[in-house]
């Protein structure tokens, strides 16, 4: 062999070795493989893929030592120091074209004509090593393709048994629904006992179709769309939850045709290399027929299509006749936590600007506002502490109010990662979710009690010694105040409130408080109630009680709910505060935004959601403006809410469907959707993403920041921007928590706020030296356990709660237009235990009414022990049985969010 040239690796522990006559230092405990691959050397693989375990099923990876003797697996061989091997030697390559040969031979299909020709890794190597197609007599055609799904079907006749799916499913998704059946010439892919994946632990997150190394897993409506060749592919950012997943599309100029997780994970940071079945199939709303493409005008009861330059001449003069006779407060207007940060910027000063109220505000009133207060409150600033990746290298995870695998499927990946590594899970829950099974603990407290269990953790904390009592005089305040508050809280008394055991609480705090790196995870189980505040503060009690916040992979996570509730809470679509949640009614900083701005501005803070509708509701809201949302499915007390908005004198809806808000509006006028838009999205980790454009807008659809613009010039505001970068830059010119946050930085690792000045690179997790508030310290608040607003009783026995599914996202705008998910989960449900399902005689599957002071729906009995007996729980996505007819508009004080998640509830066997 050649005398080599050394290149160096930058690893702690090397080792030389020589591959092709040259010699690297690589890392010690590397293979083969994974050696070449890291100096660009291409060994051909199919059963390798990074991040899973190798099998070294397919034997193409096949390297000559020096030693001689057979071929040895790369993928398989460890490096060792003064190893050398060969990669392409005329041997192997004969191998290979064998190995090819025999794989194809089983193969009964066309390559040539195979629409995946392009992202088929088997056909590239057999064009590569030139096979003989004909070579062996095949075998084929003896399995049924698998199509009993409505997501992605399994043509045996293109399956290599690389096995990459099995791991795939098993690895990454922590879930066996497929495996090897049958034996030699038998074996496929397939679920245990050849079942219908319907009918296993499948999710549908697609990691398996992703996986496959050929055309044998495709997405059903990838089927007939098209030769690889001829499709784009583009990535951009996830439209559904706030993890923010990247995701690679694969289209025409005008049509999505598949997704798939990105080829480079490392250009995923909130992801990597996972994504769940709504990102993976549930974009198919972009290319329906039912998108807006015109503007609507309502006449005489109908809507009919306007021009652009009808319809925002009309919008504006009916705004103007409003703000004319009664004053600029009596227009409201909600911003969108789907739409971007540019456009949520454009909207509040819009409406703040030009129109002149503060009435602004968007769904995250409904989800997150207590954590925005309470946080706020206790650490200066209400977001995430930590980042998603952190979550895996947590030694403890409480979760609680949170259904993270199914309302933030990807970061439950991350949580059981995390128990792989080794993290104790304690989950506080009242319904036996799927994260269940991965807990140590699982406390099943009663609905609306989380203070009294939280107090009861802290009491333990403090009686058995286990306060970091450093963190606690060093960083924080009002630690006496806790003390006297949760002394009150001994867990034989908590027991008897919140039906939590008493020694199990102990060994929860106890396992907590224990840990070195102690992350809690919590979502709208512990906002959306009436003490939804005081319920955050206890949480961050518990964080800095325990030295847990400030530090990697620990501290208070908040798993925000829509893409981009967090931008939108941060760009200032809130009535109090303006962008970066800087006050409106501090003098200073309104003089600030009238001079950044050029115009008056108000000072009074503005209406929140609730308040608009009640005000809609008694007449001194007269107009409203809503970008995007759809509170007459999202909101609580939906009879209420439709009475508000009937009684408006002029409704302005800007969407990309006619949403069932939509139906009630004056005007309708369609918006661009997230894949036919630039701009960025804040995730839940507070990174802030740039969105690519993907396809190309159906019709006349204009995106939500121009349509904002337009509207402004009409009155006599200009805000003209030339592209949306200019509108990011203009963010990040008077948001100081984005100050750093310019266009040009932005590529797809994206930036986590706070980013003060553009050489910041942004922050990983929050307070590592000091809190946000204005002395640096973080403040204990003592919070005192108070009964939920409406408790069981003789008319109304049942508790019930509402929340999400991992199938359908918030009003089902969306998912409710997707093939897949609709033929998959069509009809919405109530949770019933059996034992109250056999008291009242209910069958599983039987409709049934349930009513609340409020109203009463009819829905389909779904009979489960995921509920506790008394408990009732109705995912709130469904209009046509809406959970929010019956729950309870009661707000907290603090926050003004509705205790959407208890209410007294009957429920009733029909006729
Ligand atoms: S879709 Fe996901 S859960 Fe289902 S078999 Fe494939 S990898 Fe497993
Ligand atoms: S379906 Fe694809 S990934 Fe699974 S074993 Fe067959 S070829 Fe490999
Ligand atoms: S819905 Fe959430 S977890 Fe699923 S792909 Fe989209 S961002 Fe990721
Ligand atoms: S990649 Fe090594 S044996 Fe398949």
Redesign the pocket.
């Known amino acids: 062999m050649a005398q080599a040239e050394t290149r160096h690796t930058e690893t702690a522990e090397t080792v030389e070795v020589t591959i092709d006559d040259e010699a690297y230092e690589v890392a010690e405990d590397a293979t083969v493989l994974e050696a070449a691959m890291e100096h660009g050397i291409d060994v051909p693989t199919l059963c390798h893929m990074e991040g899973l375990e190798n099998t070294a099923a397919c034997r193409l990876c096949l390297v000559e030592t020096e030693e001689g003797g057979d071929p040895v697996a790369a993928c398989s061989l460890p490096v060792e120091d003064g190893l050398t091997v060969e990669t392409d030697t005329e041997r192997l390559r004969r191998s290979r074209r064998n190995t090819l040969e025999l794989l194809l031979s089983e193969n009964c299909v066309d390559c040539l004509t195979c629409e995946q020709r392009g992202g088929c890794e088997l056909a590239d190597l057999a064009y590569e090593y030139d096979v003989d197609m004909d070579q062996y007599e095949g075998g084929g055609g003896r399995f049924e393709p698998m199509t009993d799904n409505p997501y992605f079907q399994l043509d045996h006749d293109r399956c290599i048994l690389c096995g990459r799916c099995v791991q795939a499913c098993d690895e990454v998704r922590h879930n066996s629904a497929i495996g090897f059946t049958g034996r030699g010439m038998e074996t496929k892919v397939a679920p245990p006992l050849d079942r219908s994946l319907t009918e296993t632990e499948c999710k549908f997150?697609g990691q398996c179709v992703d996986s496959c190394p050929t055309g044998a897993l495709t997405a059903k409506d990838r089927l007939g769309a098209g030769r690889e060749e001829d499709l784009e592919t583009t990535s951009t950012?996830?439209?559904?939850?706030?993890?923010?997943?990247r995701?690679e599309f694969k289209h025409t100029d005008d049509e999505i045709v598949d997704a798939s997780i990105v080829d480079d994970p490392d250009t995923a940071p909130?992801?990597g290399d996972?994504?769940?079945?709504?990102?993976?199939f549930?974009w198919d709303f972009v290319n329906d027929d039912e998108r807006l493409t015109q503007p609507l005008i309502r006449e005489d009861g109908e809507l009919r299509e306007a021009s652009w330059q009808e319809a925002l001449d009309y919008t504006a003069e009916r705004l103007q006749e409003i703000r004319e006779e009664h004053g600029a407060d009596a227009v409201a207007g909600l911003a969108s936590a789907t739409c971007t940060n540019e456009e949520n910027y454009v909207y509040q000063k819009f409406m703040r600007a030009a129109f002149g109220t503060n009435n602004v505000d968007h769904c995250a009133r409904l989800c997150h506002a207590s954590t925005v207060a309470g946080l706020g409150r206790a650490f200066g600033s209400g977001a995430m502490t930590n980042s998603n990746q952190e979550i895996r290298d947590a030694d403890a995870i409480l979760i609680t109010g949170s259904n993270t695998t199914e309302a933030?499927?990807?970061?439950g990946l991350e949580v059981q990662e995390a128990v792989e590594n080794g993290a104790d899970l304690i989950l506080v829950d009242p319904r036996e979710i799927e994260i269940a099974d991965d807990a140590d603990l699982h406390l099943r407290q009663t609905g609306g009690t989380d203070i009294a269990w939280v107090n009861g953790m802290l009491n333990v904390i403090l009686e058995e010694g286990l306060v970091e009592e450093e963190f606690v005089a060093e960083r924080t305040e009002n630690f006496e105040a806790l003390k006297e508050t949760v002394a009150d809280y001994p867990p034989e008394k908590v027991e008897e409130i919140a039906g939590v055991d008493a020694e199990k609480l102990r060994e929860a705090a106890r396992m907590y408080a224990e840990a070195d790196r102690a992350s809690i995870l919590y979502a709208m189980g512990i906002t959306q109630h009436s003490s939804g505040t005081d319920n955050v503060l206890a949480l961050a009690n518990l964080a800095m009680a325990t030295g847990n916040v400030g530090k990697e992979a620990a501290g208070v996570n908040p798993l925000r709910g829509q893409?981009n509730v967090q931008g939108a809470c941060d760009l200032g679509a809130l009535p109090d505060v303006y962008p970066g949640y800087q006050a409106v009614d501090d003098p200073e900083i309104n003089e600030t935004f009238e001079a950044h701005w050029d115009a008056d501005l108000p000072e009074e803070p503005g209406l929140t959601i609730t308040e608009m509708i009640d005000a809609a509701r008694f007449g001194t809201v007269k107009g409203m403006y809503v970008m995007g949302e759809n509170p007459m499915v999202s909101d609580p007390h939906l009879r209420h809410v439709e009475e508000g908005l009937e009684e408006l004198e002029f409704l302005v809806v800007q969407d990309i469907f006619v949403s069932e808000t939509a139906e009630l509006a004056d005007v309708i006028l369609p918006a661009k959707a997230f894949a036919e838009k630039e701009g960025t999205f804040t995730?839940t980790e507070r990174r802030i993403q740039p969105l690519t454009k993907v396809v190309d807008a159906p019709g006349d659809a204009k995106e939500d920041w121009e349509i904002v613009g337009e509207l402004a010039e009409r009155f006599d505001y200009p805000m003209e921007y030339d592209s949306v970068h200019e509108i990011t830059d203009e963010i990040a010119a008077v948001t100081p928590i984005y100050g750093g946050i310019v266009a040009d930085r932005l590529d797809e690792q994206g930036l986590q706020w706070p980013c003060e000045d553009e050489d910041d690179p942004g922050t990983k997790f929050l307070y590592a030296d000091e809190f946000n508030r204005e002395n640096g310290l973080g403040e204990f608040h003592g919070v005192e356990y108070l009964d939920p607003d409406e408790i069981p009783d003789d008319e109304y026995p049942f508790r019930l709660s509402t929340g999400r599914m991992l199938y359908h996202?918030h009003t089902r705008t969306m998912t409710g237009r997707s093939r897949a998910i609709m033929e998959h989960v069509p009809d919405p449900y109530v949770e019933l235990n059996p034992e109250d399902a056999e008291a009242y005689d209910i069958e599983d599957g039987e409709r049934i009414a349930v009513a609340s002071r409020r109203g009463e729906i009819e829905i389909p009995a779904f009979v489960t022990d995921r509920v506790p007996e008394g408990t009732i729980f109705i995912p709130f996505h469904f209009a046509e049985s809406a959970a929010n007819e019956l729950t309870n508009p009661t707000l907290d004080p603090k926050s003004k969010i509705p205790e959407l998640k208890v209410c007294a509830a009957r429920i009733e066997k029909l006729d």
């Open positions: 997150c950012i996830c439209t559904y939850c706030g993890v923010g997943c995701i909130a992801n996972r994504m769940c079945v709504k990102g993976r549930a933030h499927p990807v970061l893409n995730n996202f």
